[in-house]
Each structure stands twice: as structure tokens, then as C-alpha cells.
């Protein structure tokens, strides 16, 4: 399995399958962020949330099967559950929608929690057992700020913990530092790359590890 980060809740998740290779793409972004989206392709698109920094689902190429609403699916050998978990919303007003997304490929579990800006509650928490690689947004603002984020990161107890939507340069949006995140996790030096590369047998088995990708 092959994990490339875009920037924010943007990522590329290939995966080998019965049927041969399978890209899925998540929460694709419209270049008013401050970004330029790249070319994208993929069999699956999942889009955790509306708004410019996720759901620019025209610039998937494809023709993918779209997820984004709560539920089961299977696609291509991919399965993928979609579970409501609403942004809290400041002031009055209802909370927004978000979905997060349990991910099974590879036989490895991956969770990309969309634009989580709250603990769990236990029920959601339930839907997210026994993840081996988790994507968690860490930037604070309408996400996890970097201390909600390590403790959710406590809660659910990957083997892989993967930061996204945080502070970036030409980004437009106002996010804090992937080091403060850090910084809450205890964790002095994050493994880089470029892409991540994993298959299950090398998946860590005592030892959380943190990996900070770079844009690509």
C-alpha cells in the first residue's frame, strides 16, 4: 500500500487488490485554499465534508464510485464505512455535517477522520477498532487544535498516526503548526516522506509510529 498526502484532508491510498490496483482519493480541494489541486485519479472517492477544502470532486478523474454519506460500501475490493461524527459548531447553530471514514485494504484498517474538531463519543469510537493507520486533522480552527487531536490519537490507539490539515505555506486557511501537535504527542522526531509505503507485516506491533508526509 502506497499513501500520498496533497495538502489538508487530501490523500491517495493505492492499494493492491484481487482485481488488480486500486487508488482511493479523499476530500479533493479547490484551488481557492491557496493550493493548486494536482491531477488526481482514483476508483473511490471519499469526501468527509462540502466546502472548498474537500469536495472538489470534479477534479478526480475516473469516473470513481463517490462516498459521501454515512453508510457500508464495497467497491473495486475496497471496503469503506462512512460514520457521522458532526462538527461541533460554535455560538448557536447546528452542527455541521462530517463523515469519517474506516477504510479496509491490504488487510490493514485505515481511519481518516474528515474535519473532526471534537473528542469521540464512545459509539464512534466503536466504529473505529483496532485501526492500524490513522489521518488526523491537527491544525485546530474548524479541526482538532493539537492537543484535542493527540488525545484522540489516545482514544483510538493506532499503530500509524498520519497529521493532516495543518498550517502549511500558501495555504490560505489560518492553522497551527504540525510541530505543536507533536509537541502534545510526546513525540520528538516524526518519521519523513515523501509517499508512505506499507504493507502488513511491517505494520508497527509495540511502538505507535508518527509519520509527516510532505505535499506532494
Known amino acids: 500500500m502506497n499513501i500520498t498526502w496533497h495538502g489538508l484532508s487530501c490523500f491517495e491510498i493505492e492499494a493492491k487488490t484481487p482485481h488488480g490496483d486500486v487508488t482511493v482519493v479523499t476530500d479533493p480541494y479547490e484551488s481557492s485554499v491557496g493550493w493548486r489541486q494536482r491531477a488526481l485519479s482514483g476508483q473511490l472517492l471519499l469526501v468527509s465534508h462540502d466546502g472548498p477544502d474537500a469536495s472538489a470532486i470534479s477534479s478526480v478523474e475516473g469516473s470513481p464510485f463517490i462516498v459521501r454519506i454515512p453508510g457500508e460500501f464495497e467497491a473495486k475490493d475496497v471496503f469503506v464505512f462512512g460514520a457521522a461524527a458532526p462538527a461541533k459548531k460554535e455560538g448557536k447553530g447546528t452542527a455541521e455535517d462530517n463523515i469519517m471514514f474506516r477504510i479496509?485494504?491490504?488487510?490493514?484498517?485505515?481511519?481518516?477522520?474528515?474535519a473532526l474538531n471534537r473528542p469521540l463519543t464512545d459509539a464512534e469510537l466503536e466504529q473505529l477498532q483496532d485501526i492500524d493507520i490513522l489521518m488526523v486533522p491537527v491544525g485546530g480552527g474548524r479541526v482538532l487544535s493539537p492537543k484535542a487531536a493527540a488525545?484522540?490519537?489516545?482514544?483510538?490507539?493506532p499503530r500509524v498516526v498520519i497529521p493532516m490539515t495543518f498550517l502549511a505555506d500558501g495555504l490560505k486557511e489560518s492553522l497551527e503548526p504540525v510541530q505543536?501537535?507533536?509537541k502534545e504527542l510526546g513525540v520528538a522526531k516524526p518519521e519523513e516522506a515523501s509517499k508512505f509505503k506499507i504493507v502488513k507485516k511491517d505494520l508497527p506491533q509495540e511502538d505507535m509510529k508518527v509519520v509527516l508526509l510532505s505535499r506532494d
Open 104 to 114: 479496509e485494504a491490504e488487510d490493514i484498517h485505515l481511519a481518516h477522520l474528515g
Open 151 to 157: 488525545a484522540v490519537v489516545n482514544q483510538i490507539e
Open 180 to 182: 505543536a501537535f507533536f
